[in-house]
């Protein structure tokens, strides 16, 4: 007789996502004076301007920029400016720091490779705000791998992208939430690997949230020996 799903040590608590949003009192009129506005704000303000403006343009469908990368092709008219700062891609750093010298160095070789560009005025200030994400609870929780499949299938879009795209901001890079519980809580190391490597990049959040119950699937389907998708 089967013992049914193994069950976590910890159940998974299923959070929706509310982003407060501040102006921080700073603004920079050229690429020089937004290096230095990027080298001083605070981390939330990195955070808002990247990995939160991400989140909406996923949701819009949006050309996938940082808003950096879309004031130096809309306000500055610099493609080049905007594609070096397009190419700094949040997933790929485990700290808002590593994000901020990455984004900061994309500056300083623009700088030092078009002096007088970089001093040129825009033809609108960027205006520097701060965010940051508040979870709520939706009263909902997973206890084993079926059910952790159900609530991803059901949640919202700002739920799946606040467990799995702004968590690896808060975990250092070590994985999502979903990767995090797999590995910690249901000892399923493999399966969270394996969910660590979806490239948020390469589609839609949708995509992505296909990607991850695909793999769902075929762990439910090895530990039953059905490849069906459990209900």
């Not at 808002?48 to 940082?66: G, Q």
């Not at 994985?175 to 969270?192: E, T, V």
Request: contains cysteine; charged residues 25%; glycine residues 8%.
């Amino acid at each position: 007789m089967s013992a049914g799903p193994r069950l976590a040590v910890a159940p998974f608590e299923i959070y929706t996502l509310a982003h407060v949003t501040r102006s921080s009192g700073q603004s920079a009129n050229s690429a020089n004076e937004l290096l230095a506005a990027l080298a001083n704000c605070s981390d939330e303000s990195i955070y808002h301007h990247t990995i939160a403006a991400l989140r909406t343009r996923f949701a819009s469908s949006e050309r996938l920029l940082n808003d950096y990368a879309q004031w130096a092709y809309d306000q500055l008219g610099r493609s080049d400016l905007g594609d070096q700062m397009a190419m700094v891609d949040s997933q790929e750093f485990q700290t808002i720091g590593q994000l901020r010298n990455a984004l900061c160095e994309a500056l300083a070789n623009f700088q030092s490779a078009n002096p007088g560009a970089a001093r040129e005025p825009a033809k609108r200030p960027f205006s520097l705000c701060e965010g940051m994400d508040v979870r709520v609870p939706v009263d909902q929780m997973a206890r084993n791998l079926p059910e952790l499949r159900k609530g991803i299938e059901g949640m919202s879009g700002e739920s799946f992208y606040l467990h799995f795209v702004a968590s690896r901001a808060r975990a250092d890079g070590q994985g999502n939430d979903f990767s995090l519980w797999l590995r910690n809580s249901l000892g399923l190391g493999k399966l969270a690997a394996k969910i660590d490597e979806i490239d948020v990049m390469e589609g839609t959040l949708e995509d992505a949230r296909e990607k991850l119950l695909a793999l769902i699937d075929v762990e439910c389907g090895t530990r039953t020996g059905s490849t069906t998708r459990p209900e």
